[in-house]
């Protein structure tokens, strides 16, 4: 099956400054990689996603990139804020069995401290 | 309605008791799933339902039940549990097809077990 490799584990950045977060997949037929914030006590939540013909994705300050060669996928903050503080954890997807639902892998978490 | 709600938010039970998680969605999504999500780790798949239909086990302890009476509603009935079963089990719910959806999370019932 899908293993996702997450690091670092924790990030400590100052305000304003940019945050990265690597993780790896195992499984080629993976093709569809999403990440999710989770806050305290909340739920995970969509912040951004990318699909394997898709190299790179930027939604204002967040943005994605994939090496489906490398089987590599990162999340980059930019300008980061005090709000940006949350565990963050990527997930890899295989390509849709019909009618089968979506199996997601999440990776392990990042623990993300935005210090003001 | 674009949120998914489950209930109870907090559940305490002692290990020979029954009891069940509920969750619901109303946004039309076919496919539904449970996930348990222990302390500082991430969620892990326990089931997948699409078209009320399980189509995804995945080797979870006979104690958990999961039930999907219709498009909207997915249950979780617990019996016999063990203190290790103690966690915060997360809903969500995604459309089906291609391409690949966004999973929508409930806030999660979170279960002490006695």
Known sequence: GENVEQHPSTLSVQEGDSAVIKCTYSDSASNYFPWYKQELGKRPQLIIDIR????????????????????????????????????????????????????????????????? | DTEVTQTPKHLVMGMTNKKSLKCEQHMGHRAMYWYKQKAKKPPELMFVYSYEKLSINESVPSRFSPECPNSSLLNLHLHALQPEDSALYLCASSQVGLPINEQFFGPGTRLTVL
Do not use: M, W
């Open chain 1, 52 to 116: 394997s013909n898709v190299g790179e994705k930027k939604d204002q300050r967040i943005a994605v990139t994939l090496n489906k060669t490398a089987k590599h996928f990162s999340l980059h903050i930019t300008e980061t804020q005090p709000e940006d503080s949350a565990v963050y954890f990527c997930a890899a997807s295989p390509r849709k069995i019909k009618a089968a639902g979506n199996k997601l892998t999440f990776g392990g978490g990042t623990r993300v401290l935005v210090k003001p």
